[in-house]
């Protein structure tokens, strides 16, 4: 049997097809693995399952020169975290787990939009410290979400699976930025000119893109001046897709109206700037974070390893 890493625990289900296939080992930290670790994976692994976080750069693979690793197969779509270039040009293959991860993701950029909007958090806080004195008319007036525009930024699989939530759930108008002409956004939509047309155009902005040293920063100063004072940014792509610096001097100064963010620039780290926000709602990276989905991503990434393993090409080569 080959020897395969799994960088931190998944579901039984998934250890159990992996374990059926490979040497298996698990690590048992649930925090990224160190450049020590990677080091030592390159060396002893055949192939390694890595997860968010794990980063397989440039310097590690100038630390081992000829990798006894052939395989990284990402849990998770994105994979921001391995420098593919270099895994490429040290002989190893990469794959990803796109798909399974699309609906579960939509779900969290709606839950950040309707608790944004609505004020839900600050709502929820304020029973929890025991300060709700009881309804009255205008008590945390939000935004009402049903019927305005929302503009999507990134009109792959997650961006197309929110337009048909905002949409078909909410009676949104639909306006979008792509780097590529997209024929078909799966709802009536328009594709904008440029990013600062979909920034100055929607009522709620919605970062789907994927993280690429092209979309780093995609989202500063420049662009959050565009936005609507009363709009409000979501973000469930990645922290760096943001300036996060830009983004709290624009909170900070009334410039938008809030955010909502399930990813940060430098994560677990949040500022404390935005902890302090009321109108801004923070989730821990909950995008996939769901059974099932957790369960397909990993079944997903064995599919990959098994390929491999048999010399067949990778269902979901990067």
């Known amino acids: 049997m080959k020897k395969l890493l799994i960088s931190r625990v998944l579901p039984d289900t998934v250890l159990d097809a992996a374990r059926a296939v490979f040497d298996v080992t698990v690590r048992k930290s649930t925090a990224p693995m160190t450049l020590d670790e990677v080091t030592e994976a390159l060396q002893t692994q055949d192939a390694v399952l890595p997860t968010l976080g794990d980063a397989f750069t440039a310097e590690a693979f100038a630390r081992v020169p000829a990798p006894r690793t052939r395989l990284l197969a990402n849990f998770g779509v994105g994979y921001n975290h391995i420098d593919v270039a270099a895994a490429r ?8 787990t796109p798909g399974a991860v699309t609906d579960a993701t939509a779900d969290i950029a709606m839950t950040l939009i309707l608790m944004t909007c609505r004020r839900a958090g600050e709502g929820e806080r304020m029973v929890r410290a025991g300060e709700w004195e009881g309804w009255h008319p205008t008590q945390l007036l939000g935004f009402h979400v049903t019927g305005k525009t929302v503009g999507i930024v990134g009109m792959g699989r997650i961006g197309k699976a929110i337009a048909r939530r905002c949409h078909g759930g909410f009676g949104m108008e ?5 780097r590529s002409r997209v024929a078909d956004p799966g709802v009536p939509a328009r594709q904008l000119d440029s990013l600062a047309d979909v920034m100055a155009t929607a009522d709620i902005v919605v970062l789907a893109v994927p ?5 780093h920063h995609l989202i500063g100063a420049a662009e959050l001046a565009e936005m609507k004072p009363s709009a409000f940014l ?3 792509a990645r922290g760096d897709v943001v300036d ?17 963010l399930d990813v940060y620039e430098r994560e677990p780290i949040v500022p404390d700037a935005l ?10 990276h909950l995008g996939t974070s769901a059974l099932e989905v957790r369960e397909a991503m990993g079944l997903m990434a064995v599919d990959n390893l098994i390929a491999w393993n048999e010399g067949r090409p990778l269902p979901n080569a990067v």
């Open 234 to 236: 979501i973000n469930i």
């Open 244 to 260: 996060e610096a830009a983004l709290i001097t624009a909170l900070e100064a009334g410039a938008i109206a809030g955010a909502g």
């Open 275 to 284: 902890r302090a926000m009321d109108q801004v709602t923070l989730l821990p």
């Open 211 to 215: 993280a690429t040293p092209e979309t």
């Open 89 to 96: 040009a040290a002989g190893l293959e990469v794959s990803n």
């Open 174 to 178: 639909v306006v979008f930025h792509n």
